[in-house]
Protein backbone atom coordinates (compact mmCIF):
# COMPACT_ATOMS: atom_id res chain seq x y z
CA UNK A 1 0.00 0.00 0.00
CA UNK A 2 1.33 3.44 -0.96
CA UNK A 3 1.85 6.05 1.01
CA UNK A 4 1.32 9.99 0.35
CA UNK A 5 3.67 12.37 1.98
CA UNK A 6 3.80 16.12 2.08
CA UNK A 7 3.70 19.65 4.17
CA UNK A 8 0.85 21.89 5.06
CA UNK A 9 1.42 25.36 5.91
CA UNK A 10 0.34 26.99 9.20
CA UNK A 11 1.29 30.51 9.73
CA UNK A 12 4.29 29.85 7.57
CA UNK A 13 5.33 26.98 9.45
CA UNK A 14 5.23 24.15 7.45
CA UNK A 15 3.71 20.39 8.98
CA UNK A 16 4.46 17.50 7.68
CA UNK A 17 2.13 14.79 7.32
CA UNK A 18 2.18 10.96 5.96
CA UNK A 19 -1.46 9.34 5.12
CA UNK A 20 -2.02 5.51 3.97
CA UNK A 21 -5.15 3.69 3.09
CA UNK A 22 -8.88 4.40 2.28
CA UNK A 23 -12.16 5.01 4.20
CA UNK A 24 -12.90 6.96 7.19
CA UNK A 25 -9.86 9.46 8.29
CA UNK A 26 -8.47 8.86 11.43
CA UNK A 27 -5.77 11.89 12.73
CA UNK A 28 -2.74 9.86 14.87
CA UNK A 29 -1.35 12.42 17.04
CA UNK A 30 2.09 11.18 18.44
CA UNK A 31 3.26 11.41 22.25
CA UNK A 32 5.78 13.92 22.99
CA UNK A 33 9.60 13.66 22.14
CA UNK A 34 8.62 10.74 19.96
CA UNK A 35 7.94 12.31 16.54
CA UNK A 36 7.01 9.35 14.94
CA UNK A 37 5.28 7.42 17.72
CA UNK A 38 2.40 6.71 15.64
CA UNK A 39 3.88 5.68 12.62
CA UNK A 40 3.50 1.90 13.24
CA UNK A 41 -0.05 2.15 13.46
CA UNK A 42 -0.14 3.47 9.70
CA UNK A 43 0.94 -0.10 8.71
CA UNK A 44 -1.28 -2.60 11.06
CA UNK A 45 -3.68 -4.77 9.37
CA UNK A 46 -6.33 -4.28 11.92
CA UNK A 47 -6.77 -0.82 10.88
CA UNK A 48 -7.05 -1.71 7.07
CA UNK A 49 -10.28 0.15 5.62
CA UNK A 50 -9.37 3.51 7.53
CA UNK A 51 -7.57 6.29 5.69
CA UNK A 52 -4.52 6.91 7.67
CA UNK A 53 -3.07 10.07 8.89
CA UNK A 54 -0.08 10.74 11.08
CA UNK A 55 1.88 14.39 11.21
CA UNK A 56 4.10 15.80 12.92
CA UNK A 57 3.39 18.80 15.14
CA UNK A 58 5.71 22.25 15.33
CA UNK A 59 9.19 21.64 16.33
CA UNK A 60 9.04 18.06 15.93
CA UNK A 61 10.82 15.63 12.64
CA UNK A 62 10.19 17.14 9.37
CA UNK A 63 7.78 19.96 10.64
CA UNK A 64 9.39 23.48 11.21
CA UNK A 65 11.09 23.99 14.68
CA UNK A 66 9.51 26.43 17.23
CA UNK A 67 10.70 29.94 18.00
CA UNK A 68 9.67 32.40 20.38
CA UNK A 69 6.67 31.59 23.13
CA UNK A 70 5.30 28.23 23.68
CA UNK A 71 2.64 27.02 21.19
CA UNK A 72 -0.44 27.12 23.52
CA UNK A 73 -2.67 24.31 23.68
CA UNK A 74 -5.39 25.93 21.80
CA UNK A 75 -2.54 26.71 18.76
CA UNK A 76 -1.99 22.70 18.76
CA UNK A 77 -5.84 22.63 18.49
CA UNK A 78 -5.86 25.22 15.85
CA UNK A 79 -3.01 23.53 13.62
CA UNK A 80 -5.14 20.36 13.58
CA UNK A 81 -7.89 22.10 12.57
CA UNK A 82 -6.05 23.98 9.64
CA UNK A 83 -4.13 20.41 8.79
CA UNK A 84 -7.78 18.78 8.12
CA UNK A 85 -9.09 21.68 5.95
CA UNK A 86 -6.12 21.59 3.96
CA UNK A 87 -6.46 17.60 3.40
CA UNK A 88 -9.88 18.28 2.33
CA UNK A 89 -11.31 17.08 5.06
CA UNK A 90 -14.32 18.30 7.51
CA UNK A 91 -14.38 15.67 10.11
CA UNK A 92 -12.25 13.12 11.07
CA UNK A 93 -11.72 10.28 13.93
CA UNK A 94 -8.76 11.46 16.83
CA UNK A 95 -6.36 8.85 17.96
CA UNK A 96 -3.89 10.90 20.56
CA UNK A 97 -0.94 9.36 22.45
CA UNK A 98 0.02 10.94 25.98
CA UNK A 99 0.80 14.43 24.71
CA UNK A 100 -0.75 13.83 21.69
CA UNK A 101 -4.07 12.68 23.31
CA UNK A 102 -3.95 15.92 25.39
CA UNK A 103 -4.16 17.81 21.80
CA UNK A 104 -6.96 15.90 20.63
CA UNK A 105 -8.94 16.66 24.17
CA UNK A 106 -8.45 20.36 23.25
CA UNK A 107 -9.94 19.53 19.80
CA UNK A 108 -12.95 18.19 21.15
CA UNK A 109 -13.46 21.04 23.41
CA UNK A 110 -12.87 23.70 21.06
CA UNK A 111 -14.37 22.27 17.93
CA UNK A 112 -16.46 19.30 18.06
CA UNK A 113 -18.23 19.61 14.74
CA UNK A 114 -14.37 18.23 13.49
CA UNK A 115 -14.26 15.10 15.48
CA UNK A 116 -15.91 11.78 15.19
CA UNK A 117 -14.82 9.76 17.64
CA UNK A 118 -12.05 10.30 19.99
CA UNK A 119 -9.48 7.94 21.28
CA UNK A 120 -7.25 8.59 24.46
CA UNK A 121 -3.96 6.79 25.23
CA UNK A 122 -2.57 7.80 28.26
CA UNK A 123 -2.80 11.78 28.32
CA UNK A 124 -1.35 13.92 31.23
CA UNK A 125 -4.55 15.36 33.00
CA UNK A 126 -2.69 16.70 36.49
CA UNK A 127 -5.80 17.59 37.75
CA UNK A 128 -6.69 13.42 38.17
CA UNK A 129 -3.85 12.62 39.42
CA UNK A 130 -2.99 11.92 43.31
CA UNK A 131 -0.57 13.79 45.66
CA UNK A 132 2.11 10.23 44.99
CA UNK A 133 1.07 10.42 41.23
CA UNK A 134 1.97 13.92 40.97
CA UNK A 135 4.93 13.76 42.98
CA UNK A 136 6.38 12.01 40.12
CA UNK A 137 5.68 14.17 37.02
CA UNK A 138 6.98 16.79 39.48
CA UNK A 139 10.22 15.03 40.21
CA UNK A 140 11.25 13.81 36.73
CA UNK A 141 11.01 17.38 35.82
CA UNK A 142 12.77 18.84 38.34
CA UNK A 143 15.85 16.60 37.02
CA UNK A 144 15.02 16.82 33.11
CA UNK A 145 14.60 21.03 33.25
CA UNK A 146 17.58 21.66 34.82
CA UNK A 147 19.51 19.48 31.89
CA UNK A 148 18.08 20.62 29.00
CA UNK A 149 18.57 24.31 30.22
CA UNK A 150 22.06 23.58 31.19
CA UNK A 151 22.55 22.03 27.05
CA UNK A 152 22.25 18.43 27.85
CA UNK A 153 19.27 17.72 25.77
CA UNK A 154 20.19 13.78 26.12
CA UNK A 155 20.73 13.60 29.32
CA UNK A 156 16.96 15.74 30.12
CA UNK A 157 15.46 13.19 28.04
CA UNK A 158 16.89 10.19 29.52
CA UNK A 159 15.33 11.83 32.76
CA UNK A 160 12.00 12.39 31.18
CA UNK A 161 11.56 9.50 29.45
CA UNK A 162 12.65 7.09 32.32
CA UNK A 163 9.71 8.65 34.39
CA UNK A 164 7.26 7.96 31.54
CA UNK A 165 8.20 4.44 30.12
CA UNK A 166 9.88 2.94 32.61
CA UNK A 167 13.10 1.30 33.07
CA UNK A 168 14.61 -0.37 29.75
CA UNK A 169 12.64 1.94 27.60
CA UNK A 170 15.51 2.51 25.37
CA UNK A 171 16.28 -0.86 24.24
CA UNK A 172 12.36 -0.75 23.06
CA UNK A 173 12.29 2.43 21.39
CA UNK A 174 15.65 1.51 19.30
CA UNK A 175 14.14 -1.75 18.57
CA UNK A 176 10.81 -0.45 17.21
CA UNK A 177 11.65 3.02 15.68
CA UNK A 178 15.67 2.92 14.52
CA UNK A 179 16.89 6.49 14.82
CA UNK A 180 14.19 7.73 17.33
CA UNK A 181 16.35 8.48 20.12
CA UNK A 182 18.39 10.92 18.25
CA UNK A 183 15.77 12.11 16.66
CA UNK A 184 13.76 12.90 20.48
CA UNK A 185 17.24 14.67 21.23
CA UNK A 186 16.90 16.81 18.09
CA UNK A 187 13.35 17.46 18.98
CA UNK A 188 13.93 18.56 23.01
CA UNK A 189 13.28 21.61 22.42
CA UNK A 190 9.69 21.62 21.46
CA UNK A 191 9.02 19.27 24.11
CA UNK A 192 10.58 21.05 26.65
CA UNK A 193 10.85 24.47 25.78
CA UNK A 194 6.97 24.35 23.98
CA UNK A 195 5.13 21.57 25.32
CA UNK A 196 5.60 20.79 28.91
CA UNK A 197 5.49 24.75 29.61
CA UNK A 198 2.03 24.86 27.43
CA UNK A 199 0.83 21.62 29.25
CA UNK A 200 1.74 23.44 32.35
CA UNK A 201 -0.55 26.51 31.58
CA UNK A 202 -3.27 24.93 29.85
CA UNK A 203 -6.74 25.82 31.41
CA UNK A 204 -8.60 22.31 31.19
CA UNK A 205 -10.24 20.54 33.80
CA UNK A 206 -13.23 18.76 35.26
CA UNK A 207 -15.97 20.88 33.79
CA UNK A 208 -14.09 20.80 30.40
CA UNK A 209 -14.23 16.88 30.46
CA UNK A 210 -18.06 16.55 31.02
CA UNK A 211 -18.61 18.69 27.74
CA UNK A 212 -16.71 16.36 25.73
CA UNK A 213 -19.64 14.55 23.23
CA UNK A 214 -17.38 12.58 20.70
CA UNK A 215 -17.76 8.45 21.41
CA UNK A 216 -14.84 8.48 23.49
CA UNK A 217 -12.40 5.28 24.29
CA UNK A 218 -9.75 5.72 26.89
CA UNK A 219 -6.73 3.34 26.53
CA UNK A 220 -4.54 2.10 29.51
CA UNK A 221 -1.81 -0.58 29.70
CA UNK A 222 -1.14 -2.97 32.21
CA UNK A 223 1.50 -1.77 33.89
CA UNK A 224 2.33 -0.44 37.59
CA UNK A 225 5.51 1.49 37.12
CA UNK A 226 3.71 5.08 38.05
CA UNK A 227 0.10 4.80 38.91
CA UNK A 228 -1.09 8.26 37.77
CA UNK A 229 -1.74 6.29 34.06
CA UNK A 230 -4.60 4.31 35.81
CA UNK A 231 -5.88 6.91 37.80
CA UNK A 232 -6.22 9.17 34.26
CA UNK A 233 -8.09 6.15 32.79
CA UNK A 234 -10.76 6.60 35.47
CA UNK A 235 -10.76 10.09 35.98
CA UNK A 236 -11.89 9.82 31.95
CA UNK A 237 -14.32 7.16 32.29
CA UNK A 238 -16.14 9.09 35.54
CA UNK A 239 -15.85 12.18 33.26
CA UNK A 240 -16.16 12.15 29.77
CA UNK A 241 -19.94 11.01 28.91
CA UNK A 242 -20.49 7.82 28.09
CA UNK A 243 -16.51 6.93 27.55
CA UNK A 244 -15.57 3.61 27.23
CA UNK A 245 -12.53 1.76 28.26
CA UNK A 246 -9.93 -0.81 27.23
CA UNK A 247 -6.64 -2.09 28.97
CA UNK A 248 -4.11 -2.99 26.71
CA UNK A 249 -1.91 -5.89 27.67
CA UNK A 250 1.12 -4.11 27.03
CA UNK A 251 3.06 -3.12 30.08
CA UNK A 252 4.56 0.59 29.78
CA UNK A 253 3.13 3.74 28.12
CA UNK A 254 5.05 3.03 25.22
CA UNK A 255 1.55 1.52 24.28
CA UNK A 256 1.54 1.02 20.24
CA UNK A 257 5.31 1.97 20.00
CA UNK A 258 6.18 -1.72 22.27
CA UNK A 259 3.41 -3.42 20.50
CA UNK A 260 0.86 -2.29 17.87
CA UNK A 261 -1.35 -5.10 17.43
CA UNK A 262 -3.45 -5.18 20.21
CA UNK A 263 -3.51 -1.43 20.63
CA UNK A 264 -4.40 -1.02 16.42
CA UNK A 265 -7.20 -3.86 17.29
CA UNK A 266 -9.29 -2.21 20.44
CA UNK A 267 -8.75 1.44 18.68
CA UNK A 268 -10.40 -0.29 15.50
CA UNK A 269 -12.97 -2.02 17.35
CA UNK A 270 -14.11 1.28 18.51
CA UNK A 271 -14.08 3.40 15.74
CA UNK A 272 -15.98 0.29 13.89
CA UNK A 273 -18.98 1.02 16.20
CA UNK A 274 -18.73 4.65 16.23
CA UNK A 275 -18.66 5.81 12.75
CA UNK A 276 -18.44 8.98 11.27
CA UNK A 277 -22.13 10.69 11.04
CA UNK A 278 -23.35 10.53 7.13
Known amino acids: MSDETGHVEVDGVPLSYRIRGHGEPVLLLHAGFVADGMQLLLSAPELEGFRLVAYHRRGYGDSGRVHGPPVTMVRQAEDVAVLLDRLGLRRAHLVGHSFGANVALQVAAAAPDRVGALVLMEPLLGFTLSPEAAAGVTDAAATAMPLFASGDSAGALDAWLLGAFGPGYRDVLDRALPGAWERAVADAPAAFGSEIPSLQGWAFGPPDLARV??????????????????????????????????????????????????????????????????
Open 213 to 278: RAPTLSVVNTGTYWGGFRETHEALLSGVPGAEGAVVPVASHLLQIADPGPVAAVVADFLHRHPLPA
